[in-house]
């Protein structure tokens, strides 16, 4: 258990579905992030949240849509995906400091997503 | 952009065998390291760090990490590798000043008793 709880563990949606994946951290951190990961390719940084604001957006196409509402809650909706969307989605959470240099990330478990 | 290479995707050894695994990245300036593990239906766990000091870091379950910065590498090791070692394992890089993680796609391990 790492501290940051992510849910679901498994979504299965259509295309045209409207879903929202949560995570939540109990490790009081100031930043919060979404990572994807797919089969043999790096995990991509998608949205970067510091004290409740995005400062970071990777150039991520608009039907993911990203909402912190406090630092210990991160959602990230979806809206009419496409089938190579499906992949892991990873949550993260660092206690970001002057500089950011010697922050580390705290993962949870993931949610697997498989679009039809 | 930071970018980190890692080769040979997938590697099988036995029991007690030596395990190394290399990563390079791109950048020259000030850098954080990284090595992370991922065990089957796990979450992604740190492994070691390097943040300054003494280039060859020692983390968890035995494994160690040298830092090189003339070769911009990062290679992680093991001298005798376990059953229980079977993971995929990352190395990420973060620029100093910045906390932009980027990941090497990983080494799938796979450790035969």
């Known amino acids: 258990e790492t501290g940051v709880t992510q849910t679901p563990r498994h979504l299965v949606m259509g295309m045209t579905n409207k879903k929202s994946l949560k995570c939540e951290q109990h490790?009081?951190?100031?930043?919060m992030y979404w990572y994807k990961q797919s089969a043999k390719k790096p995990l991509e940084l998608m949205f970067v949240y510091n004290f409740k604001e995005q400062t970071e957006n990777n150039s991520v196409p608009s039907r993911f849509s990203p909402e912190c509402p406090n630092s210990s809650h991160l959602f990230l909706h979806l809206h009419t995906l496409q089938p190579e969307d499906s992949a892991l989605y990873l949550c993260?959470?660092?206690?970001?400091?002057?500089?950011?240099?010697?922050?580390?990330?705290?993962f949870g478990a993931g949610t697997r997503l498989s679009v039809l | 952009a930071q970018s980190v290479s890692q080769h040979n995707h997938h590697v099988i050894l036995s029991e007690a065998a030596s395990l190394e695994l290399g990563c390079n990245y791109s950048?020259?300036?000030?850098?954080?390291l990284f090595w992370y593990v991922q065990y089957p239906g796990q979450h992604l766990q740190l492994l070691l760090k390097?943040?300054?000091?003494?280039?060859l870091v020692k983390g968890i379950k035995g494994f160690e990490a040298e830092f090189i910065k003339s070769k911009f590498s990062f290679n992680l090791r093991k001298p005798s590798v376990q059953w229980s070692d079977t993971a995929e394992y990352f190395c990420?890089?973060?620029?100093?000043?910045?906390?932009?993680?980027?990941f090497g796609k990983g080494n799938q391990v796979v450790v035969i008793p």
């Open positions: 490790l009081g951190h100031n930043a």
């Open positions: 950048y020259g300036g000030t850098v954080n």
């Open positions: 390097y943040f300054s000091g003494d280039p």
């Open positions: 990420a890089v973060t620029n100093y000043g910045n906390n932009r993680l980027a």
């Open positions: 993260a959470s660092s206690q970001e400091g002057p500089g950011g240099a010697k922050n580390i990330q705290y």
